[in-house]
């Protein structure tokens, strides 16, 4: 019921910035939180970012101080601004959407972003 679409993705050298936008069409209930997971082959996919729908973030150790998510509710879209992108940050990231009530959660097509050093 609900799409995500997204966009953003790239190459990028150690140091640089990339943002990354997804937009979610469809049934968006109001009780929802939009974020990124990333995944490497050979790992476990991991949460990235987390917004809800009345702004309270969460992040992971890893990229705090350097990425910050947003979202635009009249478009139902979220951002991730990534900033000083390190090699470990390379991955396959995935654009997420729970609804909590009714609970539900949906994935985007994943968008790559590879950092060199």
């Known amino acids: 019921q609900v799409q995500l679409v997204e966009s953003g993705g790239g190459l990028v050298q150690a140091g640089g910035s990339l943002r990354l936008s997804c937009a979610a069409s469809?049934?968006?209930?109001?009780?929802?939180?939009m974020g990124w997971h990333r995944q490497v082959p050979g790992k476990q996919r991991e949460l990235v970012a987390a917004?809800?729908?009345?702004?309270?973030?969460n992040y992971a150790d890893s990229v705090k101080g350097r990425f910050t998510i947003s979202r635009d509710n009249s478009k139902n879209t979220v951002y991730l601004q990534m900033n000083s992108l390190k090699p470990e940050d390379t991955a396959a990231y995935y654009c997420?959407?729970?609804?909590?009530?009714?609970?539900?959660?949906?994935w985007g097509q994943g968008t790559q972003v590879t950092v060199s050093s």
């Open positions: 917004i809800t729908n009345f702004g309270v973030t």
């Open positions: 469809g049934s968006i209930f109001r009780l929802n939180v």
């Open positions: 997420t959407y729970r609804s909590l009530s009714p609970p539900g959660d949906y």
